[in-house]
């Protein structure tokens, strides 16, 4: 079937929920996917950062293809083989002395958060259901009620309340707006190091340092949701790690498992951790032996193939290049590692065109919001590719 006809039959019997590009993907590789057309690709979002090992990363299939022959699901109910090994490799790699696997993302914010409910109350003696989170204006952590109860986008959140109380938003950026909105009740604040979806927004130097010091001194816990900044994207294993900060929980997921298969996961130390009771909390598939194994070989790839060393220098590389198109409509190019925005200006008359004039050229990527591209290619490209794009992304910026 052809583009068009399969464009046709998914408008018509899936739910209509995103907009996407009009490229129908059948096939990807490495930095590369090729589309039912024979067209080849440029894979410039990484599917928002998940692929960060590449298409069908050779070692990540392999092991996939073995679990998948020997067990693949066994529930928490029963122990697995390849769940104590997860916990362990995690723990060696990120220096957190504990994990809990869950599945989408936002599963794990919503682990993190009812930990941190529970630590305030049982550790910090809040009064009973008074517990306050505190996240920042322009978040994204998912998509569950809860979640979307605390964004600030109308389109996320305004036809799905009532909203999940509890939650307090205060402008991305600014320590001394967070430090004031701190309360006795104050259980945790959640942040985001880069907002990716909100633009790839970078905070001011030494913001997170300041909310790391602010939430120590008020007994506040520290949550970074690094789900789309974590395991290499911005050019450190932890966005956090820019700053050197250490969270006291750390919520991962997409790259996790290399593209192959939603696992996440929040990490802790074993006085957060261990709050969790038996029964207090759970997923079918949440550390089921297929998840494990896939995410333990992502995890190797990304060490032992150098991802994170490669997305600071190619970020470097890739944004210098970026940052010399003497484009009329760009107002800011800006990033760190290979997570970099482009935000245009108004007149530009918004983003979508320049994604689409880059399909044209075989360059996938993606506007968020109406402004802003975001270039975030898997961190498995190299120089070669980035220079075959530049030309690309020039003619695109430099039309009318
Ligand atoms: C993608 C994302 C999520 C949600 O992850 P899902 O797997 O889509 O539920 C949460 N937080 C951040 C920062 C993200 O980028």
């Known amino acids: 079937m052809n583009t068009h006809e399969l464009i046709e039959i998914e408008e018509k019997y899936g739910a209509h929920n995103y907009h996407p590009l009009d490229v129908v993907i059948e096939r990807g590789e490495g930095v590369w996917v090729y589309d039912v057309e024979g067209n080849r690709y440029l894979d410039c979002l990484s599917a928002y950062s998940a692929l960060n090992q590449g298409h069908v990363h050779p070692r990540i299939l392999n092991a996939l293809k073995a679990q998948a022959e020997k067990v693949t699901l066994t529930s928490r109910a029963f122990r697995n083989d390849q769940l104590p090994l997860f916990y362990k490799e995690l723990s060696e790699l990120t220096g957190y002395e504990m994990s809990l696997p869950m599945n989408s993302g936002a599963e794990a914010v919503e682990t993190a958060l009812k930990v941190a409910r529970k630590w305030g109350y049982d550790v910090k003696k809040i009064p009973h259901y008074q517990a306050e989170i505190i996240v920042a204006d322009g ?51 959640m942040i985001e190091p880069i907002q990716g979806e909100g633009g790839v927004l970078i905070p001011p130097a030494g913001y997170l340092k300041k909310v790391s010091e602010v939430c120590k001194k008020n007994n506040v816990l520290l949550i970074a949701d690094e789900i789309q900044t974590g395991l290499g994207r911005t050019g450190k294993l932890f966005a956090s790690d820019h700053e050197g900060v250490r969270p006291d929980m750390v919520i991962i997921g997409k790259a996790l498992a290399g593209g192959f298969y939603p696992v996440s996961a929040v990490l802790a130390d074993s006085d957060i951790m261990s709050l969790y009771l038996p029964g207090e909390h759970g997923s079918t598939f949440g550390g089921n032996p297929l998840a494990c194994a896939v995410a333990r070989e992502s995890l190797k790839v990304i060490v032992e193939e150098n991802l994170v060393q ?12 970026l940052a010399e198109i ?51 290619p898997p961190l498995v490209i190299d120089k070669e590719t980035i220079d075959w794009a530049i030309p690309r992304i020039y003619d695109v910026l430099m039309m009318d």
């Open 139 to 189: 978040n994204f952590h998912g998509r569950t009620i809860s979640i979307v109860s605390f964004s600030s986008e109308p389109l996320y959140k305004d036809a799905f309340g009532p909203f999940t109380p509890g939650f307090l938003s205060v402008p991305y950026g600014d320590a001394a707006a967070l430090e004031k909105a701190i309360t006795p009740n104050t259980a945790a604040v």
């Open 326 to 376: 003497p484009s009329k409509h760009v107002k800011e190019v800006r990033g760190k590692g290979l997570f970099i925005g482009v935000e245009l200006k108004a007149e530009a008359r918004g983003a979508r065109r320049f994604c689409e004039a880059l399909q044209q050229k075989g360059i996938l990527a993606k506007e968020t919001h109406s402004h802003i591209i975001r270039f975030a």
């Open 310 to 321: 490669n997305s600071a220098e190619l970020g470097e590389y890739f944004l210098e290049r």
